[in-house]
């Protein structure tokens, strides 16, 4: 039989989270760090990081060619980011790759309407006046005929990268 006050002592000695846990945890930190480590300092400076060594041993990373010393500074970022506030720094982050996901969205679907103007002509252009009223036909008209010509000729997709720009400026406007 136990004794009630066996089990009590080892409630007491696990209360703590598993080593595993703690492991997972402190790796999570330092791929954390390691995705810092792939940002430009323009984008370095929208995270709200507030520990200096943080930035620095950040910065410093470019610097590092040897693979085991960027192992190690790797592991040296981990230990950092265990001191600052990570919920924040990951947010950001997230918001940072949420807003490049959108924007490459938006990029491949002009992509995809400039190949369906390019591909349909006229009802391609109808598309596209049918979205943005500001849209000017005859241009649309040209850039097409001009792609045609290119296609025909074996010319370099000038026209297209001019009708993809023209849509680009249609939907910042």
């Known amino acids: 039989m136990h004794d009630t006050h066996d089990i009590d002592d080892l409630d007491e000695e696990f209360s703590g989270p598993s080593k595993s846990a703690v492991k997972r945890q402190m790796t999570a930190l330092q791929e954390l760090g390691e995705s810092l480590t792939k940002l430009s300092k323009k984008?370095?400076?929208n995270v709200p990081i507030d520990d200096e060594r943080l930035i620095e041993a950040v910065l410093e990373t470019h610097r590092i060619s040897s693979k085991n010393a960027r192992k190690r500074h790797m592991q040296f970022i981990g230990k950092l980011m265990r001191e600052v506030d990570s919920d924040a720094i990951s947010a950001a982050m997230e918001a940072m790759y949420r807003h490049k996901q959108e924007s490459d969205n938006k990029f491949h679907a002009l992509e995809i309407l400039r190949d369906n103007i390019l591909e349909q002509g006229q009802?391609?252009?109808?598309?596209?006046?049918?979205?943005?009223?500001n849209a000017d036909r005859q241009q649309l008209r040209q850039m097409v005929l001009q792609h045609q010509r290119e296609a025909k000729n074996n010319k370099p997709p000038a026209a297209s990268r001019k009708l993809f720009k023209y849509l680009r400026q249609l939907q910042e406007g």
């Open 43 to 45: 984008q370095l400076a």
């Open 123 to 133: 009802a391609g252009i109808e598309q596209v006046v049918a979205r943005w009223s």
